[in-house]
């Protein structure tokens, strides 16, 4: 091998090679044409019989040199491998004498005999295969006419010293025109120009040290004229495309069999034979320096193909390495075969020594095929609709905002869907950084996911995922810019990583704005629209925050004037009710005062603003939904997502779904076959993801009911205990048995529901696999479902027990109901099961978020610095970019939903149970402010880029969100009226209270009834006597020396009925108010669907103009019909003026 640009030992100057071509050769370049048209006429001679008597002999054909070859890497044009003279030299020299002797019989023109020349020593000898020597037979007959006409223009044209773009934006590039088109000899004469001037002038400029391999032949002088050494299968098919020969669909059935004959020695190389076997095959006078390149490098060995994707993979020995090696060899020559570059990094090159790196290139032509299948929008005219001005509150709101050139990176655009016919239309100032990498990695990553890599079984195998799955490949990503803790070093583009990193991931930042239109444009619009949603929802949580900390420091303000509290805590009043035992035999009487200090911790949260704020949370969860449908519309508009959803509907098919459907069904709308599976063959499926997930979710409430009989057991345990140790009276004062209860069973409660949803989630996952989704939103949709039907009884039926349960059905004493025959139902204090809600609420909501933010930070940082210990064995070899980001963790296909998951669990506490924790939107803002950091932190340092993939909202989470804010309704409701007793209160104010002056005064006695110790059943009743007759219990029922005693009296109706109607009101109350902001704030702003009327007028207008200005050209400007024309056009554009405003 031989450095690109670098003159060989073996190589001659352009004087030299000039000389020893000719005075003719020197001067004139082979064109395509005419080397086709030398194939079809040059039968047998000496450059054929040599790999002809190779591969008789078994021998994989060599070089004319006789040395071996490399695999090429990329599709680059490869420089010739290192060549054995001697016993070679002569065979040509012999080649060289018996041309000559044809030559003279032959009577041939000059030109022609030039021709076959440059053709024996241009074309490889494996690749003269049947298939293309018969096609070039019939090529010649069609092109040798006219390549003899204008030999003579060509010779003097092709001198001149100047340089030609490859894919000049003011002509089509010939590859991308319609097969079959005639092509006039001018268009074809300028093409062949461009090509020779472009090798022979920029090639040389290219001076840099890199590999170049070579899997076929090249002959000196090819190699003395800088051609292309070599010419594969697919490169053949590209210029005879690009000569619009009519008769080449005739050849593209056999491409396959090209491609796999032709890179079948570079993957012999790269999978088979080990570093010490290989290592002759490179000069070590020419290999490439690793240590010259620099470690940030995001470019090929030649500097200037972009990576755009890597693969890795460790070349093993198990029993099923040889399959492995099968499917990457298939695999990535099917790769090669849809036009994307390849290049291999040595396992030897690698810092751990045994992992290879495929990096992946998407040339121009691949990129712009792929951006009109995807339907990517790209600029035509910057757009002159200003942006929204400062209005006076963002000059306070100053210092959390960030610098323009930031929060607004590019300007805004007027977009059109790309259309490589119409390349001239768009703003293409280069061709490399034209297309944004996050829209470069999503189309490789398309291509990645359909590429075939074999049949097995009799079904057809593709997919990168599939290779991921069986570790035929470790991992597959995309680069990061570059290090996040410095800006990029040319030539490498903008690090926008560093950028986001010091604007976005620092946690100095916490109060700043995100930016977003940043975070769009390096890693897609689904990933930015989850941070826009995390930070709309933190901005609304501001507010609910705000009032939720007023109603609590109001019952802070307020607890030491509360009469019920005064009243249990004076010794003359709650010091003289004996209360009834709290669990059978070994409970004892208690004095009501001992609850004195949890009484007041109760007023905290149960006073009069828990009414005031159900409400107002019910009316904020209203406008938080409607404000973000107004939110979403704008950023639709803002990142052209406004046709997104029909746009993409063809588009989201999943591969896994492809591949296994036998059946196809004509689309009604697009009236093309597709892929079809009838519903019955998954109705087995369904019915078991059911089963499954209702099965998981009974084991989720029989762990709550484990739970619970944990707490009535433990409960007797540590009443005895409390009251036996005397050094426990001074605790005993504020940790009752019933808080001691309440504190462990809800920390078990929580241990408990990470282990079941850890092992609940992996199950999900597969399960919805199974169920064959047809599409990537039907798999996220029924992933969703699952896994949130899962966290919503796992999360909150421990909430919804004590809520709406503990303390309903306990019976009264001597009455008392139990569970499974044995343990006696739970009761609340005196003061309500309000204040045990709270205590579980914050144990749950606050250990989740602690705990996530733990595992989101610690986890990612442990494994990568795990990773890198082991991988950094050899610390004098150089550290790549792709090795860099390979030992960071993956983000995953899931780790999004698993952000949004845990923000609408997050959102359900704030929401389903804030009367009875007004300080739940607080610690939920605290929470996110720090979630938004940490997660900007780990994507940025801490894990891989992802693949960039768009979406136009969040999904299928608003529908949960919205079934969620109208379900919170009902439960505050439920919450304010039978766990809290701001009802029994108010009743007893204007019912039963005789004080006019205090007229609380007296409530606790009211709310407490009497029972006779002597109606205690044997089993029940505490042992040893008593000095009193009497205990109280909590409920409202007769006397023991009323007729219709421990019957409930007219009072318990009373409170029912109260709470009842409390329960309706409320509920009539907010859902009217929710439906009259609904109703009144529209889902789109007025300003932006008049910025989506003028952006559509603009580019039909431009779409116009650029149709009408191609007319013109070719029509001609004085043609009798360009003013018939001209007026259909315009009358058009009126047309679809009118019905844009109309609209």
């Given at each position: 091998m031989e450095q690109a640009g670098q003159q060989g030992p073996g190589s001659a100057g352009p004087e030299e090679r000039q000389e020893a071509a000719g005075p003719e050769q020197g001067q004139e370049a082979a064109c395509p044409e005419e080397v086709r048209e030398a194939a079809g006429r040059e039968e047998g001679g000496e450059a054929a019989e040599g790999w002809s008597r190779e591969e008789e002999a078994g021998v994989e054909p060599a070089g004319p040199g006789g040395g071996e070859m490399a695999a090429s890497e990329g599709g680059a044009p490869a420089a010739p491998a290192i060549w054995r003279r001697g016993k070679r030299r002569g065979n040509r020299e012999g080649a060289k004498g018996k041309e000559k002797l044809r030559e003279g019989s032959s009577g041939k023109d000059p030109g022609e005999r030039r021709g076959e020349r440059r053709l024996r020593d241009w074309l490889p000898?494996?690749?003269?295969?049947?298939?293309?020597?018969?096609?070039?037979?019939?090529?010649?007959?069609?092109?040798?006419?006219?390549?003899?006409?204008?030999?003579a223009k060509l010779s003097e044209q092709v001198g001149e010293d100047r340089v030609v773009g490859k894919y000049p934006l003011e002509k089509k590039p010939r590859c991308l025109r319609r097969l079959g088109t005639v092509e006039t000899e001018e268009e074809e004469e300028e093409a062949c120009r461009r090509k020779t001037s472009h090798l022979e002038v920029q090639q040389p400029q290219l001076w840099r040290p890199t590999v170049r391999f070579s899997i076929c032949p090249t002959s000196p002088r090819a190699s003395q004229q800088l051609l292309p050494c070599c010419l594969s299968s697919s490169t053949a098919i590209k210029e005879l495309a690009t000569m619009g020969d009519p008769d080449l669909l005739e050849v593209l059935a056999e491409e396959g069999k090209i491609a796999n004959k032709v890179i079948?020695?570079?993957?012999?190389?790269?999978?088979?034979?080990?570093?010490?076997?290989?290592?002759?095959?490179?000069?070590?006078?020419?290999?490439?320096?690793?240590?010259?390149?620099s470690k940030d490098s995001i470019f090929f060995r030649d500097g200037i193909r972009q990576i755009d994707f890597v693969l890795s993979y460790v070349d093993d020995i198990k029993k099923d390495s040889e399959l492995k090696a099968e499917r990457r060899k298939e695999f990535e020559n099917n790769l090669r075969k849809t036009g994307l570059e390849l290049e291999i990094e040595d396992k030897r090159d690698s810092e751990d020594g045994r992992t290879y790196f495929v990096k992946i290139h998407a040339p121009w032509e691949v990129l712009v095929t792929y951006a009109e299948v995807l339907g990517i929008k790209m600029p035509i005219k910057e757009s002159d609709i200003p942006r929204p001005k400062h209005t006076p509150i963002s000059y306070v709101l100053g210092p959390v905002r960030l610098p323009q050139n930031v929060k607004y990176p590019h300007p805004e655009y007027f977009t059109a869907q790309f259309s490589r016919h119409r390349q001239e239309l768009f703003l293409i100032e280069d061709q490399a950084t034209f297309f944004?990498?996050?829209?470069?990695?999503?189309?490789?990553?398309?291509?990645?996911?359909?590429?075939?890599?074999?049949?097995?079984?009799?079904?057809?195998?593709?997919?990168?995922?599939?290779?991921?799955?069986?570790?035929?490949?470790?991992s597959a990503y995309p680069l990061h810019d570059g290090q996040y803790w410095k800006p990029s070093e040319p030539p490498n583009p903008t690090n926008e990583r560093y950028i986001l990193h010091k604007n976005w991931a620092r946690f100095s930042y916490f109060y700043k704005e995100q930016p977003l239109d940043l975070i769009k444009n390096y890693y897609g619009e689904k990933i930015g629209i989850y941070f826009v949603f995390l930070g709309y929802y933190t901005e609304m949580l501001f507010f609910a925050a705000v009032v939720g900390l007023a109603c609590f420091i109001y019952g802070l303000l307020s607890m030491d004037h509360?009469?019920?509290?005064?009243?249990?805590?004076?010794?003359?009043?709650?010091?003289?009710m004996i209360m009834c035992p709290l669990c059978d035999q070994v409970c004892d009487y208690w004095r009501l005062n001992s609850t004195c200090l949890a009484s007041k911790f109760s007023h905290l949260f149960d006073n009069e603003s828990t009414v005031f704020f159900a409400i107002f949370m019910g009316i904020w969860v209203t406008l938080f939904l409607e404000f973000w449908k107004q939110r979403q519309a704008r950023l639709e508009y803002e990142w052209d997502l406004v046709d997104f959803e029909e746009e993409q509907q063809q588009l989201q098919l999943r591969p896994e779904f492809e591949a296994m459907c036998k059946h196809r069904k004509l689309n009604a709308v697009t009236k093309e076959m597709e892929p079809y599976m009838p519903l019955y063959t998954r109705i087995p499926w369904y019915?078991?993801?059911?089963?499954?997930?209702?099965?998981?979710?009974?084991?989720?409430?029989?762990?709550?009911?484990?739970?619970?009989?944990?707490?009535?057991?433990?409960?007797?345990?540590?009443?005895?205990f409390m009251e036996s140790d005397a050094s426990l009276k001074q605790v005993?004062?504020?940790?009752?048995?019933?808080?001691?209860?309440?504190?462990?069973?809800?920390?078990?409660?929580?241990?408990?529901?990470?282990?079941?949803?850890?092992?609940?989630?992996?199950?999900?996952?597969?399960?919805?696999?199974?169920?064959?989704?047809?599409?990537?939103?039907?798999?996220?949709?029924?992933?969703?479902?699952?896994?949130?039907?899962f966290q919503f009884v796992n999360f909150y039926s421990a909430c919804f027990y004590v809520a709406f349960f503990k303390g309903k059905f306990v019976g009264y004493p001597g009455g008392y109901t139990y569970l499974f025959n044995e343990w006696r139902g739970e009761e609340c204090d005196p003061g309500g099961c309000l204040i045990e809600l709270t205590t579980q609420l914050t144990i749950i909501m606050t250990g989740k978020q602690i705990f996530g933010n733990i595992k989101e930070?610690?986890?990612?940082?442990?494994?990568n610095w795990w990773r890198r210990r082991k991988a950094r064995t050899n610390s004098e070899k150089l550290y790549s970019r792709w090795e860099q980001d390979h030992d960071l963790e993956s983000f995953g296909p899931l780790g999004l939903f698993y952000e949004y998951l845990e923000t609408v669990i997050q959102f359900g506490f704030v929401t389903l149970f804030v009367a009875s924790f007004p300080l739940a939107p607080l610690l939920a803002l605290i929470n996110n402010i720090v979630e938004i950091r940490v997660d900007a932190w780990k994507l940025t340092t801490q894990y891989r880029r992802t693949v960039a993939s768009k979406a136009h909202s969040i999904g299928v989470w608003q529908d949960i969100?919205?079934?969620?804010?109208?379900l919170s309704v009902a439960t505050n409701a439920f919450i304010v009226a039978f766990t809290s007793d701001i009802i029994p209160r108010l009743v007893y104010y204007y019912a039963y209270s005789t004080n006019t002056t205090q007229p609380m005064r007296g409530y606790v006695n009211n709310s407490l009834s009497v029972f006779l110790i002597a109606d205690f059943p044997n089993h029940t009743a505490p042992s040893g006597k008593r000095d009193f007759i009497t205990c109280r219990y909590r409920d409202y029922r007769h006397p023991p020396d009323d007729e219709n005693k421990y019957f409930h009296n007219m009072q318990f109706w009373h409170v029912l009925a109260a709470k009842m109607t409390f329960i309706i009101v409320m509920e009539h109350v907010v859902f009217l108010v929710k439906f009259l902001l609904a109703w009144m704030i529209p889902d789109v702003p007025k300003h932006v669907v008049e910025r989506i009327k003028r952006e559509k007028l603009m580019t039909i207008k431009i779409l116009h103009d650029f149709e009408l200005n191609k007319l013109k050209e070719n029509l001609g400007i004085n043609s009798d019909e360009l003013a018939k024309h001209v007026m259909i056009e315009e009358n058009k554009a009126q047309l679809a003026k009118s019905t844009v405003y109309s609209s």
């Amino acid at each position: 091998m031989e450095q690109a640009g670098q003159q060989g030992p073996g190589s001659a100057g352009p004087e030299e090679r000039q000389e020893a071509a000719g005075p003719e050769q020197g001067q004139e370049a082979a064109c395509p044409e005419e080397v086709r048209e030398a194939a079809g006429r040059e039968e047998g001679g000496e450059a054929a019989e040599g790999w002809s008597r190779e591969e008789e002999a078994g021998v994989e054909p060599a070089g004319p040199g006789g040395g071996e070859m490399a695999a090429s890497e990329g599709g680059a044009p490869a420089a010739p491998a290192i060549w054995r003279r001697g016993k070679r030299r002569g065979n040509r020299e012999g080649a060289k004498g018996k041309e000559k002797l044809r030559e003279g019989s032959s009577g041939k023109d000059p030109g022609e005999r030039r021709g076959e020349r440059r053709l024996r020593d241009w074309l490889p000898g494996r690749h003269r295969d049947r298939y293309l020597e018969k096609y070039w037979e019939g090529a010649q007959e069609r092109y040798w006419e006219r390549v003899v006409k204008r030999r003579a223009k060509l010779s003097e044209q092709v001198g001149e010293d100047r340089v030609v773009g490859k894919y000049p934006l003011e002509k089509k590039p010939r590859c991308l025109r319609r097969l079959g088109t005639v092509e006039t000899e001018e268009e074809e004469e300028e093409a062949c120009r461009r090509k020779t001037s472009h090798l022979e002038v920029q090639q040389p400029q290219l001076w840099r040290p890199t590999v170049r391999f070579s899997i076929c032949p090249t002959s000196p002088r090819a190699s003395q004229q800088l051609l292309p050494c070599c010419l594969s299968s697919s490169t053949a098919i590209k210029e005879l495309a690009t000569m619009g020969d009519p008769d080449l669909l005739e050849v593209l059935a056999e491409e396959g069999k090209i491609a796999n004959k032709v890179i079948d020695y570079s993957f012999q190389m790269s999978e088979s034979l080990s570093s010490r076997e290989t290592s002759f095959l490179i000069n070590e006078e020419t290999m490439f320096q690793k240590n010259q390149q620099s470690k940030d490098s995001i470019f090929f060995r030649d500097g200037i193909r972009q990576i755009d994707f890597v693969l890795s993979y460790v070349d093993d020995i198990k029993k099923d390495s040889e399959l492995k090696a099968e499917r990457r060899k298939e695999f990535e020559n099917n790769l090669r075969k849809t036009g994307l570059e390849l290049e291999i990094e040595d396992k030897r090159d690698s810092e751990d020594g045994r992992t290879y790196f495929v990096k992946i290139h998407a040339p121009w032509e691949v990129l712009v095929t792929y951006a009109e299948v995807l339907g990517i929008k790209m600029p035509i005219k910057e757009s002159d609709i200003p942006r929204p001005k400062h209005t006076p509150i963002s000059y306070v709101l100053g210092p959390v905002r960030l610098p323009q050139n930031v929060k607004y990176p590019h300007p805004e655009y007027f977009t059109a869907q790309f259309s490589r016919h119409r390349q001239e239309l768009f703003l293409i100032e280069d061709q490399a950084t034209f297309f944004p990498s996050s829209s470069r990695n999503r189309i490789v990553y398309y291509i990645l996911s359909r590429c075939p890599f074999g049949i097995e079984d009799g079904k057809k195998r593709f997919g990168i995922e599939r290779l991921l799955t069986s570790n035929t490949y470790s991992s597959a990503y995309p680069l990061h810019d570059g290090q996040y803790w410095k800006p990029s070093e040319p030539p490498n583009p903008t690090n926008e990583r560093y950028i986001l990193h010091k604007n976005w991931a620092r946690f100095s930042y916490f109060y700043k704005e995100q930016p977003l239109d940043l975070i769009k444009n390096y890693y897609g619009e689904k990933i930015g629209i989850y941070f826009v949603f995390l930070g709309y929802y933190t901005e609304m949580l501001f507010f609910a925050a705000v009032v939720g900390l007023a109603c609590f420091i109001y019952g802070l303000l307020s607890m030491d004037h509360n009469t019920s509290s005064t009243e249990i805590c004076d010794p003359e009043i709650g010091g003289q009710m004996i209360m009834c035992p709290l669990c059978d035999q070994v409970c004892d009487y208690w004095r009501l005062n001992s609850t004195c200090l949890a009484s007041k911790f109760s007023h905290l949260f149960d006073n009069e603003s828990t009414v005031f704020f159900a409400i107002f949370m019910g009316i904020w969860v209203t406008l938080f939904l409607e404000f973000w449908k107004q939110r979403q519309a704008r950023l639709e508009y803002e990142w052209d997502l406004v046709d997104f959803e029909e746009e993409q509907q063809q588009l989201q098919l999943r591969p896994e779904f492809e591949a296994m459907c036998k059946h196809r069904k004509l689309n009604a709308v697009t009236k093309e076959m597709e892929p079809y599976m009838p519903l019955y063959t998954r109705i087995p499926w369904y019915f078991f993801s059911g089963a499954t997930v209702t099965l998981w979710m009974s084991l989720v409430i029989a762990s709550m009911v484990a739970v619970i009989v944990y707490r009535l057991s433990v409960f007797a345990t540590f009443a005895s205990f409390m009251e036996s140790d005397a050094s426990l009276k001074q605790v005993k004062s504020f940790l009752t048995p019933q808080i001691a209860t309440s504190l462990t069973g809800s920390c078990l409660n929580f241990i408990v529901i990470l282990i079941l949803n850890f092992f609940y989630e992996r199950i999900s996952a597969w399960i919805t696999k199974m169920e064959i989704p047809r599409t990537y939103q039907e798999y996220e949709s029924s992933l969703t479902l699952k896994m949130f039907l899962f966290q919503f009884v796992n999360f909150y039926s421990a909430c919804f027990y004590v809520a709406f349960f503990k303390g309903k059905f306990v019976g009264y004493p001597g009455g008392y109901t139990y569970l499974f025959n044995e343990w006696r139902g739970e009761e609340c204090d005196p003061g309500g099961c309000l204040i045990e809600l709270t205590t579980q609420l914050t144990i749950i909501m606050t250990g989740k978020q602690i705990f996530g933010n733990i595992k989101e930070a610690i986890y990612p940082l442990a494994l990568n610095w795990w990773r890198r210990r082991k991988a950094r064995t050899n610390s004098e070899k150089l550290y790549s970019r792709w090795e860099q980001d390979h030992d960071l963790e993956s983000f995953g296909p899931l780790g999004l939903f698993y952000e949004y998951l845990e923000t609408v669990i997050q959102f359900g506490f704030v929401t389903l149970f804030v009367a009875s924790f007004p300080l739940a939107p607080l610690l939920a803002l605290i929470n996110n402010i720090v979630e938004i950091r940490v997660d900007a932190w780990k994507l940025t340092t801490q894990y891989r880029r992802t693949v960039a993939s768009k979406a136009h909202s969040i999904g299928v989470w608003q529908d949960i969100l919205y079934g969620m804010a109208v379900l919170s309704v009902a439960t505050n409701a439920f919450i304010v009226a039978f766990t809290s007793d701001i009802i029994p209160r108010l009743v007893y104010y204007y019912a039963y209270s005789t004080n006019t002056t205090q007229p609380m005064r007296g409530y606790v006695n009211n709310s407490l009834s009497v029972f006779l110790i002597a109606d205690f059943p044997n089993h029940t009743a505490p042992s040893g006597k008593r000095d009193f007759i009497t205990c109280r219990y909590r409920d409202y029922r007769h006397p023991p020396d009323d007729e219709n005693k421990y019957f409930h009296n007219m009072q318990f109706w009373h409170v029912l009925a109260a709470k009842m109607t409390f329960i309706i009101v409320m509920e009539h109350v907010v859902f009217l108010v929710k439906f009259l902001l609904a109703w009144m704030i529209p889902d789109v702003p007025k300003h932006v669907v008049e910025r989506i009327k003028r952006e559509k007028l603009m580019t039909i207008k431009i779409l116009h103009d650029f149709e009408l200005n191609k007319l013109k050209e070719n029509l001609g400007i004085n043609s009798d019909e360009l003013a018939k024309h001209v007026m259909i056009e315009e009358n058009k554009a009126q047309l679809a003026k009118s019905t844009v405003y109309s609209s």
